[in-house]
């Protein structure tokens, strides 16, 4: 294989694997066929066991991809925004937002990949990333968090779970006033000078 060939099948990976991570958070992973990941890429489905050996492996390299979108947007965020309290209003505001909720294809990964995750086996591809994804982006969540150690966690899991838990439901409720009045109460309570 040459040099140029080579460059074009890593390039057609990558494609692959980046239609799948927005697909995978659409649609779910039982509603996406590698005919769909494939055609999603603008390739055929007869190149797909050149570059992974099943459905499953690109599940969870797809579940990495999707985690490694919402650190980096962390990572930018608290580099924007050195104060932490206001870098978690940031956060919470662009999170708990009816655009994120309208978006799933390039939202949240802990969100939309949440059913997959705990319905596939434990030891699947897809579940391994889900999790080293979660833990990952938890101790992101912790930085913004104004306290430090098992504290900072704590909150951490407080405000993801929050967060996961609002975006789910407002999506589910899409189209009615309920949506909207989730994500605002949700966000409303998560900021309040109490907590």
Same mark, same amino acid.
């Given at each position: 294989?040459? =040099? *140029? ?10 494609? %692959? ?9 659409? =649609? ?15 390739? &055929? ?8 050996? /099943? ?5 969870? !390299?797809? +579940?990495? +991809?999707?985690?490694?979108? !919402? ?9 924007? !925004? ?28 802990? &969100? ?10 434990? @030891?699947? #591809?897809? =579940?391994?990333?889900? %999790?080293?994804?979660?833990? /990952? ?17 704590? =909150? ?5 779970? *929050?967060? %996961?838990?609002?975006? +789910?439901?407002?999506?589910? +409720?899409?189209?009615? #006033?309920? /949506? ?7 966000? @409303? ?7």
């Amino acid at each position: 294989m040459g =040099r *140029s060939s080579r460059a074009d099948a890593a390039r057609h990976r990558e494609e %692959v694997v980046a239609a799948t991570s927005r697909l995978l958070r659409e =649609r779910g992973a039982a509603d996406v066929s590698v005919q769909d990941l494939m055609a999603a890429a603008g390739l &055929t489905h007869g190149g797909f066991y050149k570059h992974f050996s /099943s459905k499953d492996e690109l599940m969870g !390299i797809a +579940t990495g +991809t999707a985690h490694h979108e !919402i650190q980096s947007l962390l990572d930018k965020l608290l580099g924007e !925004i050195p104060d932490r309290a206001e870098a978690r209003a940031e956060l919470l505001a662009q999170y708990l937002a009816a655009t994120h909720r309208d978006s799933p294809g390039d939202g949240c990964s802990i &969100t939309a990949l949440a059913s997959d995750a705990a319905r596939g086996p434990v @030891e699947g #591809p897809l =579940r391994k990333a889900y %999790v080293a994804g979660l833990e /990952s982006i938890l101790g992101q969540v912790a930085e913004y968090q104004d306290a430090e150690g098992g504290e900072a966690r704590r =909150r951490a899991i407080v405000d993801l779970t *929050s967060m %996961v838990g609002a975006l +789910t439901l407002a999506r589910a +409720t899409s189209g009615t #006033p309920l /949506s909207d009045e989730i994500l605002d109460v949700v966000r @409303e309570a998560l900021t309040a000078p109490e907590r």
